[in-house]
């Protein structure tokens, strides 16, 4: 669930990955190496109590300009590239191997020989979906639409079929998992590109519309039909768009809660008959659903009545294509990245095929990938070494939660009853997923990846009613990045993200601390944020605090979205800081824990300068680094309006002019742009 999940921020990453446009790129069969306080990173011209992200990243930012086929280029977008070329070795040798491959190896082998098969996917053309294009098209009445709509979900996994169906913990028992149905049907990126009035929202959907146009017309209809089936695709999905909520609304988990038993839901959506739609899905017995936004099922039902099939039809056709279009011939690629890439991301050129095909093995078999990956890169020794610093960083918070003036004690003995309840997730999951059911064959791309969608979507499904696995991961080993889980209460770092430049064990304690130690904080501190405090101990959606408390947490934390409402993204474009409120309460808070965890591993040593810089000061530069970013002003656009983050400048000079800390280590003046005369600070 796409609300449900807090992760650590990478702009890059969030929007399907990255990669350099490099011919010369070719499969690494070792990282290369990157220490995590990188001096030619930084400027050391400039003067960091003026802004610090300059002089931290400002080397980084000149020597790194964004490749072609990138939205923006980032430390962490680097690793990621790094990550999928040693991947790309892998598979690159599994895909040649014909003998002594286990059951996983042939899979994730095969699936790659097959993606990188561009011949056979430029001569299957548009063959792949005509299936799925007649199953549309012999579609008789609305009433069959639910048989038909629960069978193109399943075999695309794909949100754009009108709405998002699966499975999550139940919010007010978190050890149920029932039956979720969401909003979703959109093509754009959010519901705001479908309402905002603006001269620039109202290009994009004009642009929107004639990329609609170009698709139909790959499907064969004549230009003026083509023409017509997309300003009919625009106005159902504004229906859908206008009753959907708001990102900063979604940020409310009281309002995605709303468990219908099944008479309830028939009576929210009488032209939608839910037995038909269940009933393929192996859920015919399911009796309750929670409807995340019943506004929209309104609109949708409403939608379902006043449409003409065809038009239902004409939407069905286009999400087929859509949904498709990564796995289909050029024709069908190009003109997706035209518009999808170029036109809202500033993208140049396409990703090469290889990182495309890598992406996609992590995507559908990422665990059985993920497990070659482990093997090669994360060792027992990186595993204690990271859980010793992630227990170092809780026990830095169970202080800070001791010693807080604006806390009563009922609410403290909570909070730290919630902190120790906490499961921390280091570098892979204990059980490894069972891959057994989906076959993989390297003369049929398309159907691997139907039946890897498939296989995720009924796995997804087949939890409905069964006990909760505690144990199970939503990032894939390979990931650059990490989150935390209200629900689960727990917090995940894939061994992708615990490598240098982000942990690297050559280097003194401080960068460390300051980097992946600033990490491990902000992923527990989302466990304490505006949405990750409304859950208890167990996971559940449950008030814990006293009302004076949590007055006194949203006066705290209104001073940060004060704040950061002041910094612009890009052009008159500010931070929609409500949409960033909990990620920037992570930032401050997590480098507040791991300042404070450092110090007390540093109490008993005297570490040193090195390269003119004090220890102090290789802490903030060490955490600073792991946000140097370029980006594209279409991208950071797009990241305005979608993104819970605020841009890498922010999250760090944002968080150092509320440390008295870094004040001191840099011996900052009063007056200076890096001190704020009015802190903010909540943990
Ligand atoms: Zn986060």
Request: proline residues 6%.
């Amino acid at each position: 669930m796409r609300a449900r999940t807090i992760t650590l921020a990478l702009l890059a990453l969030g929007c399907g990955g990255a990669a350099a446009a490099d011919s010369n790129d070719q499969p690494l069969t070792s990282f290369p190496y990157t220490p995590s306080l990188n001096l030619p990173s930084m400027d050391r011209n400039a003067d960091p109590c003026v802004d610090f992200y300059q002089y931290s990243c400002g080397g980084w930012m000149a020597n790194n300009p964004i490749p072609a086929d990138q939205a923006s280029w980032s430390v962490y977008g680097k690793l990621y590239h790094d990550n999928q070329r040693f991947l790309w070795g892998i598979l690159a040798g599994l895909a040649q191997q014909q003998e002594g491959r286990t059951d996983n190896q042939q899979k994730i082998g095969d699936y790659f020989a097959a993606c990188m098969n561009e011949t056979a996917i430029e001569q299957a053309g548009a063959r792949p979906i005509a299936p799925m294009l007649a199953s549309i098209a012999a579609l008789h009445s609305k009433s069959a639409l639910p048989a038909l709509l629960s069978q193109l979900q399943l075999s695309s996994g794909d949100p754009g079929f009108f709405f998002s169906f699966g499975s999550n913990q139940d919010f007010s028992d978190s050890t149920q998992i029932i039956a979720f149905a969401d909003a979703g049907g959109l093509g754009l990126p959010d519901r705001d590109y479908y309402t905002d009035t603006d001269a620039h929202a109202r290009q994009l959907r004009t642009q929107y519309q004639q990329h609609l146009t170009r698709v139909f017309g790959l499907l064969g209809d004549e230009p003026a039909l083509a023409a017509r089936n997309a300003t009919t695709v625009l106005r159902l999905e504004t229906l859908l768009a206008q009753a959907s909520l708001k990102l900063v609304e979604r940020r409310d988990p009281y309002k995605l809660f709303h468990k219908l038993e099944r008479p309830a839901l028939a009576r929210l959506t009488p032209h939608f008959d839910w037995a038909s739609y269940l009933q393929p899905l192996g859920l015919a017995d399911v009796k309750v659903l929670n409807i995340a936004e019943p506004k929209f099922y309104a609109a949708f039902d409403k939608l379902l009545g006043s449409a003409s099939l065809g038009d239902l039809k004409t939407y069905l056709r286009w999400h087929a294509a859509h949904s498709a279009s990564p796995y289909l011939s050029r024709a069908f690629e190009n003109e997706r990245f035209a518009f999808f890439d170029h036109t809202l991301r500033g993208v140049e050129q396409q990703k090469p095929r290889w990182q495309r095909c890598v992406t996609q093995v992590d995507t559908l078999l990422g665990e059985a990938l993920g497990r070659e990956f482990v093997a090669r890169v994360f060792g027992p020794e990186l595993k204690t070494a990271t859980l010793r610093m992630t227990r170092q960083i809780e026990q830095a918070m169970r202080q800070d939660i001791e010693s807080l003036a604006w806390m009563s004690a009922a609410t403290r003995q909570q909070a730290l009853a919630k902190l120790d309840s906490i499961v921390n997730k280091i570098g892979y999951p204990d059980h490894w997923r069972d891959y057994g059911a989906v076959s993989v064959h390297a003369d049929d791309y398309f159907g691997n990846v139907q039946r890897g969608a498939s296989f995720e979507a009924q796995r997804q499904l087949a939890k409905i009613g069964k006990p909760l696995d505690r144990s199970e991961w939503g990032m894939t080993p390979p990931t650059v990045n990490a989150y935390y889980n209200p629900q689960m209460n727990d917090i995940n770092f894939p061994a992708g993200v615990l490598q240098p430049p982000l942990y690297d064990p050559r280097l003194d304690d401080a960068p460390n601390y300051g980097n992946t130690g600033g990490t491990i904080g902000h992923e527990l501190t989302h466990g304490f944020d505006d949405e990750g405090r409304q859950f208890d101990s167990a996971g559940n959606l449950k008030d814990w605090w006293t009302a004076g408390d949590a007055k006194n947490f949203q006066e705290r934390t209104q001073c940060i979205v004060d704040q950061y409402a002041q910094y612009l993204v890009v052009d008159d474009i500010h931070i929609n800081s409500r949409l960033t409120l909990g990620e920037d309460v992570a930032d401050l808070g997590g480098l507040i824990l791991a300042h404070m965890a450092w110090a007390a591993q540093t109490a008993n040593d005297k570490p040193e300068s090195r390269d003119g810089l004090t220890p102090e000061q290789r802490f903030f530069v060490g955490y600073a680094q792991w946000a140097c970013a370029n980006n594209r002003p279409e991208n950071l656009r797009l990241h305005a309006k979608t993104d819970p983050h605020s841009p890498g400048r922010y999250r760090v000079n944002g968080l150092v002019v509320n440390m008295p800390e870094f004040e001191h280590a840099f011996a900052c003046k009063a007056a200076q742009p890096m001190v704020s005369n009015k802190r903010c600070r909540v943990w």
